[in-house]
């Protein structure tokens, strides 16, 4: 039986050349008619690009991906014309609404279980696209197969610079938007494709974890509880930059990495090439930049008001203040607090605000006013900055919106570049907090326990990628001058 809730997207950007994928296909290919052949083989009117022999390896390759996920997986698959843009750079294999066709087939042949999709217009919380499944029958041949996941390309030629048309690329009505390259969209994305290209040769785990995987519970969109499966393997590194409403101006964040979906506290067990972190993020960074806008300063923290209204107010006037920045009304901003935060009356939370901007009276324009997608933006261009500090030294760095997560050994580093791109961006150096990534003793924080899971993976990887050399590419003189000019960057600002 299929649970069409415990899935994952079809990928299109999944790719193998292996010897064993291309045996596997040929295979299963033979077992077809030379009518249902000849469809294999035919092509469309797209002047050739989608050869559909192609279409049945990439199908294969998903699945099988799928089936070493976890067998109980089912991939969730749009059949619609308009999922299948041919020419497209969020499509760069030239996969075809024809695919579909391979699928019915692979269904046909018992290889593939299905399972329709669901609309329901008046309910939208069970609308969903069809499913699909190995069968037992696919499964046995997939055993046959020693290939890991390694030997899987997952982001063949994968576009790295989204532009979609909503502000939250998860929304399943959000769309990516064709754009033509400029300039400057062509340096963003050599940026992050030198990014990518750095972190596929360094190792990132979470120690703790005695599986590549943290599975968790979270509410869905229907509002019931499921359970998510978030893998921390080395495939799952990949990022992108994604800006929103159609503009290269608002948002332009970096996401992807698996440790942004982590829990923070999970996160102090992340190592680097065996090796443990510290994690550093910029203090109130939105209401800081705000401030810089509108004229105004914080005496300290942004969360923080004399006045005491109620219990864990700071941790209240926080998410709070985040919401409203981020709402384009202070209403709507207040409701989307009370969903996430239940038990808040909206009397208790209008009179958090009004305290709030009595004393911090500069802030008024800035909230209930849209103002989050923009500082996005801001912080984007922060965020930018320092990982292009660490990817000219080849130096692994881990963004999280803002904050970074890096080997203690990077520590200066890393406090050079955050005050620096502060600095080159807004026009003034901002405050961050950086602490040792030391659990409460759920690990060993260094050495790993020998012949732990963590310790297993770790020696697997590095058995086939040796550990780096780490060679700092600024010479001795040029970093002496970063330090300096860091310096009076700070006595600027004192002053």
């Known amino acids: 039986m299929i649970d069409p809730w415990h899935s994952r997207q079809f990928d299109v950007h999944l790719w193998s050349e292996h010897k064993q994928v291309m045996d596997l296909t040929e295979r299963v290919f033979e ?40 067998p109980s997986l089912c991939t969730g698959i749009a059949r619609g014309a308009k999922h299948w843009n041919v020419g497209s750079r969020y499509n760069a294999l030239n996969l075809s609404r024809r695919i579909v066709d391979v699928i019915d087939l692979l269904v046909i ?16 919380r069970y609308n969903r696209t069809g499913r699909i499944r190995p069968t037992d029958k696919l499964i046995s041949l997939f055993r046959d197969l020693t290939i890991e996941l390694e030997d899987i390309e997952f982001h063949k030629d994968e576009e790295v610079i989204i532009l979609n048309d909503k502000d939250d690329p998860a929304d399943d009505k959000s769309k990516p938007q064709p754009y033509e390259d400029t300039p400057a969209i062509i340096k963003m994305r050599e940026e992050v494709q030198a990014y990518n290209g750095m972190m596929a040769e360094h190792f990132v785990d979470v120690a703790s974890l005695d599986y590549p995987y943290l599975v968790r519970q979270r509410r869905n969109k229907r509002g019931l509880i499921d359970t998510q499966r978030i893998w921390t393997t080395q495939d799952n590194k990949f990022t992108r930059r994604t800006f929103s409403r159609s503009s290269f ?59 005491q209204l109620m219990d864990n107010q700071r941790k209240v ?4 203040l985040l919401k409203v920045i981020n709402a384009k009304t202070i209403d709507s901003g207040i409701r989307a607090f009370q969903t996430d935060e239940r038990g808040y009356k909206k009397k208790d939370l209008v009179e958090l605000l009004d305290a709030y901007i009595e004393e911090y009276p500069f802030m008024r324009d800035a909230i209930g006013s849209d103002k989050g997608i923009s500082l996005m933006y801001t912080d984007g261009q922060i965020v930018t900055k320092v990982i ?23 520590e200066e580093l890393l406090r050079q570049a955050m005050y620096r791109a502060c600095y080159e961006v807004v026009g003034q150096t901002l405050k961050f907090d950086m602490e040792a990534n030391v659990n409460d003793g759920t690990i060993i924080n260094s050495p790993v326990k020998p012949d732990s899971p963590y310790d297993r993976r770790w020696r697997a990887w590095s058995d086939k990628h040796p550990k780096p050399n780490y060679i700092n590419r600024v ?15 700070i006595e600027k600002d004192k002053n």
């Open 249 to 307: 101006k608002l948002n332009g964040r970096w996401n992807g990495g698996f440790w942004q979906q982590l829990p923070k506290e999970l996160r102090k067990d992340i190592f680097i090439d065996g090796d443990p972190t510290i994690e550093a993020d910029y203090s109130g960074l939105h209401p800081n930049l705000l401030a810089i806008e509108f004229g105004g300063s914080f005496d300290g923290d942004p969360y923080t008001i004399n006045k």
């Open 109 to 124: 042949h018992k290889l593939l279980d299905h399972v329709n999709h669901s609309h329901d217009s008046n309910d939208t």
């Open 388 to 410: 292009n500090r660490f990817v000219v030294q080849d130096i692994p760095i881990l963004p999280i919106h803002d904050s970074f997560i890096v080997r203690e050994e990077d």
């Open 31 to 70: 077992t077809f008619s030379p009518e249902e052949q000849d469809m294999i083989k035919g092509r469309s009117n797209n002047r050739g690009k989608t050869d559909l022999y192609k279409h049945l390896r990439h199908v294969l390759v998903d699945q099988y991906v799928s089936y070493k996920l976890d």
């Open 317 to 320: 006037m926080k998410g709070l």
């Open 475 to 489: 010479d001795d003189y040029k970093e002496e001058l970063n330090q300096l000019e860091i310096q009076r960057l």
